[in-house]
């Protein structure tokens, strides 16, 4: 069983920075992607961004130029920062991991944003 851990999140002023860290317990190249979801307050989960086993990036249409995913294949861990935030990116962070056709999730790290 895959386990992934969020960690990173908390509470940030506005214009603030955090980066999302997600350990998985195997290592990563055993995955297709690795990426993040987010949830915020009486909303669907949204897709916020993915990398594959070759690097590739892909981010949801509203997270361009704010959000940066990247990971450390020695750690096996995966990143997400995030610059400029509003009050909008308050949420729950979800890290997830595919192999195939299973989808694996993390528990989610509580982002915050408010003066």
């Known amino acids: 069983q895959v386990q992934l851990v969020e960690s990173g999140g908390g509470l940030v002023q506005p214009g603030g920075s955090l980066k999302l860290s997600c350990a998985a317990s195997e290592n990563i190249f055993n995955f297709n992607a690795l990426g993040w979801h987010r949830q915020a307050p009486g909303k669907e989960r949204e897709f916020v961004a993915s990398?594959?086993?070759?690097?590739?990036?892909d981010y949801g249409n509203s997270m361009r130029g704010r959000f940066t995913i990247s990971r450390d294949n020695t750690k096996n861990t995966v990143y997400l920062q995030i610059n400029r935030l509003n009050v909008e990116d308050t949420a729950i962070y979800y890290c997830?991991?595919?192999?195939?056709?299973?989808?694996?999730w993390g528990q989610g790290t509580q982002v915050t944003v408010q003066e």
């Open positions: 990398i594959n086993v070759g690097g590739r990036t």
């Open positions: 997830y991991s595919n192999i195939l056709s299973r989808y694996y």
